[in-house]
């Protein structure tokens, strides 16, 4: 690339080269937000990856702190994709864990966060919701998702989680809230 001179006495090239340099900045813009999207999205099943769930739940803890909002956490385990993936390969659980993702976010309100934090598990933040609330959510999602028609090709498959719910408090890290609703999900886990 070679430097070129502009003639500062040409209003027309100065125009011309400001709008270019514009034009420029607003491609690169735009390409810090799609960098940033493909960064902080899980691209099977298009909601937040744990990066952008991390996000979210700093955001909502500092709600907490600072307005002593009520949240919760839900913490979310698919059942049995292992199987589902060893027995009928990876495009069964792929589609798997796409239904369970549509229905989480059509479980929920369009304010609360639906994330995939990692190969079976999701996470949902939910602002304004107690202790109560959240468990009766945690309880609705799971009754919705074992009621769901599934299948692959003509196979019906049946689909269950594991919920486990914890509150929000303005000292938590997102680690010690994530630890949390991580714990009473294997609590329900194991009670079942």
């Keep these: 690339m070679t430097d070129q001179v502009t003639d500062v006495t040409d209003v027309e090239q100065l125009i011309g080269?400001?709008?270019?340099?514009?034009?420029?900045?607003?491609?690169l813009q735009e390409r810090v937000e799609q960098l940033d999207m493909l960064a902080h999205e899980d691209s099977l099943v298009q909601?937040?990856?744990r990066r952008g769930f991390i996000r979210a739940?700093?955001?909502?803890?500092?709600?907490?702190?600072?307005?002593?909002?009520?949240?919760a956490?839900?913490?979310?385990?698919?059942?049995?994709l292992k199987l589902i993936n060893d027995s009928l390969g990876h495009l069964a659980g792929d589609e798997a864990l796409m239904q369970v993702a549509r229905l989480l976010v059509g479980g929920v309100r369009k304010s609360?966060?639906?994330?995939?934090?990692?190969?079976?598990?999701?996470?949902?933040?939910?602002?304004?919701?107690?202790?109560?609330s959240a468990r009766e959510t945690a309880s609705r999602l799971a009754e919705l998702i074992?009621?769901?028609?599934?299948?692959?090709?003509?196979?019906?498959?049946?689909?269950?989680?594991?919920?486990?719910?914890?509150?929000?408090h303005g000292?938590?890290?997102?680690?010690?809230?994530?630890?949390?609703?991580?714990?009473e999900m294997y609590r329900r886990k194991a009670a079942a």
């Design 112 to 132: 609360d966060v639906v994330a995939r934090i990692g190969g079976d598990e999701f996470a949902i933040l939910l602002g304004h919701s107690d202790d109560d």
């Design 73 to 80: 956490i839900l913490f979310v385990d698919l059942d049995g």
């Design 171 to 183: 000292d938590d890290t997102p680690e010690t809230a994530m630890a949390r609703a991580d714990q």
């Design 146 to 168: 074992a009621g769901s028609d599934f299948s692959h090709g003509e196979r019906p498959l049946p689909l269950s989680v594991a919920i486990g719910a914890a509150p929000i």
């Design 47 to 49: 909601l937040p990856n």
């Design 17 to 27: 080269e400001i709008t270019t340099l514009h034009d420029k900045i607003a491609q």
């Design 57 to 71: 739940l700093e955001r909502l803890i500092d709600r907490v702190s600072r307005y002593e909002e009520k949240a």
